[in-house]
């Protein structure tokens, strides 16, 4: 939930040049000596490594080279194409309602994603929920961010988007706190009718969830959900800003927290035990 994604891109794009100066200062090159060995004005050089201009993929690739620094290349085009994206939310903010809380590559990404690494803390994920349970936490955001009403078109987009359940060649990896089981949207009806939905979806055989109960001893404890796509993309969300991890040192350390928080769940049987305690809480 974006909104200030100017900033953010902004201070995105100048972490990039400033990266790219370490880069040429480690590799003993002037700027101007840079500017040569790339084809460009020296001047150029400055406005890329203070963040006034945004580099092209190729400016990377022959930067890099330059430099005899070929293996920063992934993770810097991984940083470029954040950036864009960064830019392109900032665009669309003006006419952005809620639906924007779904993000605006979504519906590609979850296409083309196989593997869904999903660890909630205190929320039921959104391909999980009920319609009532997603009208109130949908409710609650756009109270607080003051966006536009378009609560039930926000709510319709995410429950079509559950069909990907059913979809053959799709797994979902699902880690939930306890917390997450024991933290209203709406009222009692509203959070049992979610713990039932939640009960049934387990039986898919897409999926594979799991749930940490709340005192029990563990080597890893995330400050924020996260969404992983394949080893491709990592997603989280803060009360005021989405962000995405696209580089690929970045992910693999998410997948090891994903595996840590893995380690420690409930799983069959103990976490259908676990849901259907707190449920009967609400009785």
């Known amino acids: 939930m974006t909104t200030n994604p100017s900033s953010s891109a902004k201070q995105a794009q100048q972490a990039l040049g400033a990266r790219l100066r370490e880069i040429r200062r480690d590799s003993g090159l002037t700027g101007r000596a840079l500017a040569a060995a790339t084809g460009q004005h020296y001047t ?110 926000a709510v319709a987009v995410r429950m079509e988007r559950q069909r990907i359940l059913y979809q053959r060649g799709k797994r979902f990896a699902v880690v939930l706190e306890e917390q997450a089981l024991r933290t209203w949207f709406g009222d009692a009806d509203t959070q049992a009718n979610q713990l039932d939905r939640l009960l049934t979806v387990m039986s898919l055989p897409t999926v594979a969830l799991g749930v940490i109960p709340l005192m029990v001893e563990r080597g890893a404890v995330p400050s924020a959900g996260f969404w992983m796509f394949d080893n491709q993309l990592v997603a ?33 049987k103990p976490a259908r035990d676990l849901i259907t305690r707190v449920a009967s809480e609400l009785a």
């Open 236 to 268: 989280l969300e803060t009360p005021t800003a989405s962000i995405e991890v696209t580089q690929p040192s970045e992910i693999e350390l998410y997948g090891r927290m994903f595996e840590n928080l893995h380690q420690v769940a409930l799983y069959g």
């Open 44 to 153: 150029r050089v400055s406005k890329l490594e203070n963040g006034v201009q945004q580099p092209t993929s190729d400016d990377i690739r022959d930067w890099c080279r330059a430099c005899a620094a070929d293996a920063e290349i992934p993770d810097l085009l991984a940083t470029l194409r954040a950036v864009e994206s960064a830019y392109v939310e900032f665009r669309r903010q003006a006419r952005a309602g809620m639906k924007r809380v779904l993000g605006i590559r979504a519906p590609t990404l979850y296409e083309e994603t196989r593997l869904f690494r999903i660890y909630e803390h205190n929320v039921i994920p959104g391909l999980f929920q009920t319609p009532d349970y997603c009208a109130a936490m949908l409710s609650f955001w756009s109270r607080f961010l003051d966006a536009p009403n378009d609560l039930e078109e």
